[in-house]
């Protein structure tokens, strides 16, 4: 299972990058505004900044929301550096840029899916890797793991190569259920990476350990 960290804070994706466990980021257009990235040049420069922290995928959203601008904004963050995944909204226009990008040879992550069916919409479009929001699903009382079960079944039964990459995860467990249905990647918060270090008894034998050291 591969680990993303999704924000636009530096800070964090170095700490985690420095854990060694990090294999990519995940930005969208709230999560620059969170750290303050205002006016093009500065988000692209952003965008670039990840790059140079983390030697993995770097998902950058398009603003536009019809084919024609869909496509120029996906080829000009796809210019910024060769790890620059175009992150493409589940809507009408962008199932067809993510064909056109597909054939292209650049990469793709379909955002803000939450049904089966805009995850299978997806994967035929060609999608390197597709968005389920679980965290915003199980807001609304329903149940946002099922979706990731149900994506699973439904690719591995035609062999789509697209990638399950969960999103919205709000803390460690779902994290552990996406990794026991087999999402091939989850992007969290830092705090729900640094969750999954801690078990009362690890504190408690570490604890004793040292005491025991010391005698
Ligand atoms: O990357 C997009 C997704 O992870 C959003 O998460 O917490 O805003 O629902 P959240």
Sequence with gaps: MKFFIDTANLAQIKEAADLGVLDGVTTNPSLMAKEGIKGKDNILKHYVDICHIVDGDVSAEVIATDFKGIVEEGEMLASLHENIVVKVPMIKDGVK?????????????????????QALLAAKAGATYVSPFIGRIDDVSSDGIQLIADMRLIYDNY???????????????HIIDCARLGADVATCPLSAILDLLKHPLTDIGLEKFLADAKK
């Design 97 to 117: 840029a993510l064909r056109y990008f597909t054939d292209k040879g650049i990469r793709t992550n379909c955002t803000l899916v939450f049904s089966p069916g």
């Design 159 to 173: 062999g789509f190569e697209t990638q399950i990459l969960a999103a919205s995860i709000r803390h460690a467990m």
